[in-house]
């Protein structure tokens, strides 16, 4: 298995823009997980889903982050329009349903805002 | 100004020594725990897991142990190499939403 795959890997943007990163996780995992990491914060868990249906989004910071799961193997989040604060590594994460519970991470997104 | 982020705790240690990682978790319904490794510019991890109902974990010179007494999880590494070098997080998950602690810095000296 190839593992979680992030697209892309590093991002450049100005800020105002809207930007979408996208993740594809395991195969036949049902929970997908969208963290942030920063060093002010640490990794914060953003939105997560199962079976494709967002269960808890409580982490977004606001209105501008939105995330859709439109079938089992991709996710996007969005941030329209994006600011200079965004700017972190943005990881998706993928899990099975019972057994080992541990999320499978992907390499990150380096996100700047400039 | 500059901003402060989290200062990362750090462990120096000599290339063949055993490391112990310290991690205290805040939620006692937590049922599940996971220790995570993560390399400059890589994603965390999975190294090991455990579950509430033991207290001893073994894999390939890893070793977690739990204490729920005192919500208090440790990762123990055996004859610890270079390649150990990075930041060790711990993680907690209590239904299915995964808390990490703030993570620790594992330096190996050659």
């Known amino acids: 298995d190839a593992g979680v795959i992030q697209s892309p890997r590093h991002e450049v943007t100005e800020m105002g823009q809207e930007v979408t990163l996208r993740c594809k996780p395991i195969?036949?995992?049902?929970?997908l997980f969208w963290y942030r990491q920063t060093m002010m914060r640490g990794l914060e868990l953003l939105i997560y889903?199962?079976?494709?249906?967002?269960?808890?989004d409580s982490g977004m910071p606001e209105d501008r982050f939105s995330a859709k799961m439109p079938n089992a193997s991709f996710s996007t989040l969005k941030i329209q329009p994006s600011e200079p604060r965004d700017s972190a590594v943005y990881f998706c994460?993928?899990?099975?349903?019972?057994?080992?519970?541990?999320?499978?991470f992907g390499q990150g997104t380096r996100l700047t805002v400039v | 100004g500059e901003s402060v982020g989290l200062h990362l705790p750090t462990l120096s240690v000599q290339e063949g020594d055993n490391s112990i990682i310290n991690c205290a978790y805040s939620?006692?319904?937590?049922?599940?725990f996971i220790w995570y490794k993560q390399e400059s510019g890589k994603g965390p991890q999975f190294i090991i897991d455990?579950?509430?109902?033991?207290d001893k974990r073994q894999g390939q010179r890893v070793t977690v142990l739990l204490n729920k007494t005192v919500k208090h999880l440790s990762l123990q590494i055996a004859a610890t190499q270079p390649g150990d070098s990075a930041v060790y997080f711990c993680?907690?998950?209590?239904?299915?939403?995964?808390?990490f602690g703030g993570g620790t810095r594992l330096m190996v000296k050659p």
């Open positions: 994460a993928s899990s099975p349903t019972g057994g080992i519970r541990a999320a499978f």
């Open positions: 195969s036949g995992h049902d929970y």
């Open positions: 889903f199962n079976n494709n249906v967002p269960i808890d």
């Open positions: 939620n006692s319904a937590s049922d599940y």
């Open positions: 455990i579950r509430s109902n033991m």
């Open positions: 993680a907690e998950n209590a239904g299915n939403m995964l808390t």
